[in-house]
Nanobody, 122 residues
Framework: QVQLVESGGGLVQAGGSLSLACVAS????????MAWFRQAPGKERVFVAA????????YYGDSVKGRFTISRDNAINTLYLQMNNLQPEDAAVYYC???????????????WGQGTQVTVSS
């Protein structure tokens, strides 16, 4: 059983940056493909970015390409999301997710964190 804890959310002005982190415990982090999703109030959970267990491949949602960067450090069991040029439409609760089998764009990951709130003021 993997436990995931996100941090780094907060309030930022449009055009600003935030860096999210997700620390994993209770499992072997390097065995898991990881992803970030986000969910705004009243909307479905949406794919943001994903990274394979080795970090060798990354995938992004169309709305964040060129602005967000996903990365991981397997030595310290941590997943990151660097978010630049944030816009009001990026405001949401951001979740990290882990799966031992597949890297996916659908919210079908086996393990989920509790989420961290990102608010962007215009």
């Amino acid at each position: 059983q993997v436990q995931l804890v996100e941090s780094g959310g907060g309030l930022v002005q449009a055009g600003g940056s935030l860096s999210l982190a997700c620390v994993a415990s209770g499992g072997t982090f390097r065995n898991y493909h990881m992803a970030w999703f986000r969910q705004a109030p009243g909307k479905e959970r949406v794919f943001v970015a994903a990274i394979t267990w080795s970090g060798g491949s990354t995938y992004y949602g169309d709305s964040v390409k060129g602005r967000f960067t996903i990365s991981r450090d397997n030595a310290i069991n941590t997943l990151y999301l660097q978010m630049n040029n944030l816009q009001p439409e990026d405001a949401a609760v951001y979740y990290c997710a882990a799966d031992p089998g597949m890297v996916m764009r659908s919210p079908s990951y086996r393990y989920w964190g509790q989420g961290t709130q990102v608010t962007v003021s215009s």
